[in-house]
T-cell receptor, first 117, second 109 residues
């Protein structure tokens, strides 16, 4: 596989469930990102990992818990979500030259469409 | 605080009718401005990076330009397959990407 792969593509869960989103990048990048995309709103950055270390938590509620076991894999663990968390969750990766960001483009997966009942 | 606005919100063109999309930004030191295309049900697809005012990039029917305050995505003789949402993002020094809300382009045959 090439590029950035996200699974599952669609997820429906109740507010009391626990689930995880998975992202894998095959580009050799060392930075990975989680974004939330809601209707009529710009992409919202959630988390940033550089060289497997979390460098950004953009005031995300604790019901979202990221995990980055290595530079190719990123997870988003979900628990006790709210209806307003229904959205498209996008993973991206980029090649970072220095910690704190670089000016290289981010490459995105096709996202997980999450629906909270 | 870095900000990005895009106009128009939506644009409907006839096939072959050229036009431009605008991305206006305020950023504390521009490291890069990025254009993406997003199709329904898909993630954003990278198109261009522009790094300094006066820079231009081209790809098929698309041409991106950059000034100190805005960027334009010019679409020449568009085809229906160019229909998508076009996103603009900026990155300031030491900061993460800030995305605009996008322009939804429809090209009618």
């Amino acid at each position: 596989e090439t590029g950035v792969t996200q699974t599952p593509r669609h997820l429906v869960m109740g507010m009391t469930n626990k689930k995880s989103l998975k992202c894998e990048q095959h580009l050799g990048h060392n930075a990975m990102y989680w974004y939330k995309q809601s209707a009529k709103k710009p992409l919202e950055l959630m988390f940033v990992y550089n060289f497997k270390e979390q460098t950004e938590n953009n005031s995300v509620p604790s019901r979202f818990s990221p995990e980055c076991p290595n530079s190719s894999h990123l997870f988003l663990h979900l628990h006790t979500l709210q209806p307003e968390d229904s959205a498209l969750y996008l993973c991206a990766s980029s090649q970072d030259n220095v910690r704190g960001g670089s000016n290289q483009p981010q490459h995105f997966g096709d996202g997980t469409r999450l629906s909270i009942l | 605080e870095d900000q990005v606005t895009q106009s128009p919100e939506a644009l409907r063109l006839q096939e072959g009718e050229s036009s431009s999309l605008n991305c206006s930004y305020t950023v504390s030191g521009l490291r890069g401005l990025f254009w993406y295309r997003q199709d329904p049900g898909k993630g954003p697809e990278f198109l261009f990076t522009l790094y300094s005012a006066g820079e231009e990039k081209e790809k098929e029917r698309l041409k991106a330009t950059l000034t100190k305050k805005e960027s334009f995505l010019h679409i020449t003789a568009p085809k229906p397959e160019d229909s998508a949402t076009y996103l603009c993002a900026v990155q300031g020094y030491g900061q993460n990407f800030v995305f605009g809300p996008g322009t939804r382009l429809s090209v009618l045959p």
